[in-house]
C-alpha cells in the first residue's frame, strides 16, 4: 500500500516542480530555488523503527518523513501522524546525511505536530518560525519535504489560498500537501516559515483525519503563530489536547447563529460553570461573540486545563461564568431506580407507583405498586419530574435513601442504583381497562406531499386527554401484506398508537423516504395526545435501518429506537438527562446479524446508550406475536425512573 503513495507523490512531485510545470512563470524559479535553498539546511528526515502496522484502519508508512530543526539546541517540529503508531525508535538525518536518535518530547493533538529532541549537543541549523508580517490570500507559497532523498528537497509550489482554516487553526494552500511532505514547512518567497504541512480537517479532531485529502488541491499547514505558542508548552515535556467545553448549540442556527445552549453535558465543564440551556454565551476572555462560529475559533486557541472567563446572558440577566476545558467528556449514563410511575397525575404529593420493575433496585429495596414516594434522601418530592431531575444527576452504585408512604404508613427504604438495564424483563403489569371502554380503530392517515400508505391503530380507551405512547413502525418491503390486527391487542395493554408506513417502492425503501418518517412524526404530535418519553420510530430490515438513520437526526424529538434484522447507519446516538433514549436491537437467533448486532450494542453501550438486544426463533421473516409483544413492553419501559 505504501509503495505505491511515493510513487504517485513523485509524479505529483515531477510534475508540480518549478523546473516541469508547464504553467509555471520561469522568472519566478530563480526565488523559489533560492528560497528552498534557505530553508533546505534545516529541514530533515526522519526515519521510525517499530510501532503498529496500522492506524484506524490505515497502513501505517513504513518509509522516510519529514521534519524541521527549529533551534540549534535540537528541537524538531514534525506532524505527529508521522508517530502516532508508536515507533520503538526514531532516527533523524540532517541536511548533511549525519543520523542521530531522537526522542519524543511531547505531541499537540489538537495541532498534530510533535516535537523532538535530537540526542547530543551538537548544533543544529536550525529555521525561526517568527514572522515580521502575516501570510496573505494569493501569495506564492511552496511545500517542501524530504522523504525521498536527504541532501535535495521534495518541492511542490502553489499560493496561500484561504488563512484562518480550521478554526483558526492553519493556513491552507492549494501546493501539493502528502505524506512526502507531511512535517516539512510551507514557506513563503524569501524562505519564511509560514507553517508546519500537517494533515487535518475542519470536519473531524480524529487522529488521521485529513490524511484522504492529500494531493488534492487541499492542502493544510498549522500556522507560524501557532506553532510558537505550542512550542513553548511542549517543551515540558506535557501533551497537549484540544479543550472541550460540553455545549450543544442551538440546531437551527449551526454555527452562524448565536452560541445559544441547546443542552449541557452532564458533569463537563459548561455545566460546572453553571451554564444552563437557553443561555447566550456572549463573551469569551476579552473577546465579544455573536455568533457560534466566534466562540468555537475561541475555544479551538485553548487547551484542556486552560481556564476562562465567559459573559452568558439568561433571558435579562447577564451571569459571568468561570470554566476549564476538559480532554475529554465522559458519556453520560443515567442510573435508574427500576420504578414505573403512574401516568395520571395525582392531587397527593409525591410518585405514585405504578410497577417495580422484575430485579430493578426498587424491587430488590421492598417498593411496591400503591407505593407513594415522597422523599428523596430527606428532601421531599412533587412529582414524577422531580424525581427523576434528581437521580439523573446520580451514578449507579450510589444508594439513595427514599421516604415511602404505603395506605397510612410512612416509611424509609434504602436502594443502590443501577445501570440501565441490557435486558428485557418477561413480565410487565399491562393497563387495567374499563369493559365498557371504547374500542380500537383504525384511521388512515395522508401527507399530501406523499404518496406512501399510512395507518394508524388507536388503542382502546384512547382519548385526546390521556397521552399516549407512540410507535410508528417502517414495514419492511419484503414483509407479507398485512393490516394492523398483529399490534392491537398488546397496543391495547400498553396505551400505544401504532402508525404503520408502507415504503412507495415494493423493493426497498429510499433515502429521501427519511423525510417522510419525519412528516409522520408531526403529523401525530399535532393530530394525537402524546406520551413525551413514549415516541419511538421503529422497522425490520430496511425500514430498521431508515428509522435508526431517521432517529439520529430526530434525537430530541424521539425517545427510543426499534430495529429488527437491520444494519444501522448514522452517527451514534448518546443518551441524555433531559432528553433520555433507548434502543432496542432484534434479530433471528440463526440469522446473519447476531455477532454484527452484538458488536453494535457493544459499541453503543460504550457511549453510555442504554441498549437491549432480543432475538427469535429462526433465520429471518416476519415478525410474530412474541416480538409485538416485545417490542411494546420495551416501549412501555421507557418513562421508567
Known sequence: MIRPLLVTALLLLLVSSPAAAGNFDPSLQAPVRDAVARVAPCVVQI???????????????????????????GYVLSSSINFAHAPSGILVR??????????????????????????GNEPAAAASLALSEKPRVGQWAIAVGKAFDVEQPNVAVGIISAVQRVWGKAVQTDAAVSPNNYGGPLIDLKGNVLGLLVPMSPMSDDEVAGVEWYDSGIGFAVSSDRLLTAVSRLR???????????????????MSGPAVVRAVHPNGPAEKAGLKKGDRIVRVGDRTVARASELK?????RYAGDPFDMLVRRGEET?????????????YRCPVLGILPERKSGKMPGVAVRASVPDSPA???????????????????????????????????????????????????????????????????????DPEATAGQ??????????????????????????HGLLVWLRSPTDKPSDLEHWQEHADGRGVIVVLVEPSDNRRWLPSEQELVRDVLRLCRSRFSLAPRRIVVGGRAGGGTLAYRTATREREEL???????????????????????GLLIGHAEKGRLVKYSAQVAESLRKGGLPVIVVSYPGQSGALTGHDYAAILRWLDLLDQI
Open 559 to 581: 425517545s427510543g429506537c426499534v430495529t429488527f434484522d437491520a444494519r444501522l447507519a448514522g452517527s451514534p446516538i448518546l443518551d441524555a438527562p433531559e432528553n433520555r433514549f
Open 297 to 301: 475559533y475561541e475555544l479551538a486557541a
Open 442 to 467: 383504525t384511521v388512515s392517515l395522508a401527507l399530501p406531499q406523499w404518496k406512501n400508505k399510512i395507518e394508524a391503530y388507536l388503542p382502546k380507551a384512547y382519548s385526546e386527554k390521556v397521552p
Open 236 to 254: 515540558s515535556g506535557k501533551d497537549l489536547r484540544a479543550g472541550l467545553l460540553g455545549v450543544v448549540f442551538e440546531k437551527s442556527v449551526a
Open 94 to 119: 540532517l541536511s548533511g546525511g549525519q543520523r542521530r536518535a531522537a526522542r519524543l518530547v511531547a505531541t499537540d493533538h489538537q495541532l498534530k505536530v510533535s516535537l523532538l529532541k535530537l540526542e
Open 363 to 433: 424491587a430488590k429495596g421492598g417498593i411496591v405498586a400503591g407505593d407513594r414516594i415522597v422523599s428523596l434522601d430527606g428532601q421531599a418530592m412533587a412529582d414524577s419530574g422531580e424525581l427523576r431531575s434528581r437521580l439523573s444527576r446520580r451514578k449507579a452504585g450510589e444508594t439513595v435513601t427514599l421516604e415511602i408512604v404505603r395506605e397510612n404508613d410512612r416509611r424509609k427504604l434504602e436502594a443502590v442504583l443501577a445501570p440501565s438495564a441490557t435486558t428485557l424483563p418477561d413480565n410487565l403489569p399491562v393497563r387495567s381497562l
Open 319 to 331: 451571569l459571568e461564568c468561570k470554566a476549564t476545558l476538559a480532554d475529554h467528556l465522559e458519556p
Open 47 to 73: 526515519e521510525t523503527v517499530g510501532g503498529a502496522a496500522e492506524i484506524g484502519g490505515l497502513a501505517v508508512p513504513t518509509g522516510p518523513t519529514t521534519g524541521l530543526v527549529i533551534d540549534r539546541e
